[in-house]
């Protein structure tokens, strides 16, 4: 059984920063994608950024230049450095990652994200 934990979230003051971590354990193999999403209330869960498994990242606009996706092949592990954070970055962050040609697709169970003004 796959799963997936996210850590790193919590309250920050508007300015601040944030590290989240995913870290995917069980049976596992050749993750394809590993990205982060996004979920506030009464809105759709939105992409924030993924990177595939050769290091090519995509970012929503909306974070462009304050936050950062990296991830550690050999651990299984997705990051979000989140920087210049705003409270319009308040949401659940949920971790996802996905096989080559979609031959998986797991999520995390989400990490709150809250900044204050």
């Known amino acids: 059984q796959v799963q997936l934990v996210e850590s790193g979230g919590g309250l920050v003051q508007a300015g601040g920063s944030l590290r989240l971590s995913c870290a995917a354990s069980?049976?596992?193999?050749?993750?394809?994608?590993m990205g982060w999403y996004r979920q506030a209330p009464g809105k759709q869960r939105e992409l924030v950024a993924t990177i595939t498994r050769g290091g090519s990242t995509n970012y929503d606009d909306s974070v462009k230049g304050r936050f950062t996706i990296s991830r550690d092949n050999a651990k299984n592990t997705v990051f979000l450095q989140m920087n210049s954070l705003k409270p319009e970055d308040t949401a659940v962050y949920y971790c996802?990652?996905?096989?080559?040609?979609?031959?998986?697709?797991?999520w995390g169970r989400g990490t709150q994200v809250t900044v204050s003004s």
């Open positions: 069980g049976s596992i193999f050749n993750i394809n994608i």
């Open positions: 996802r990652i996905t096989g080559r040609g979609m031959a998986y697709d797991y």
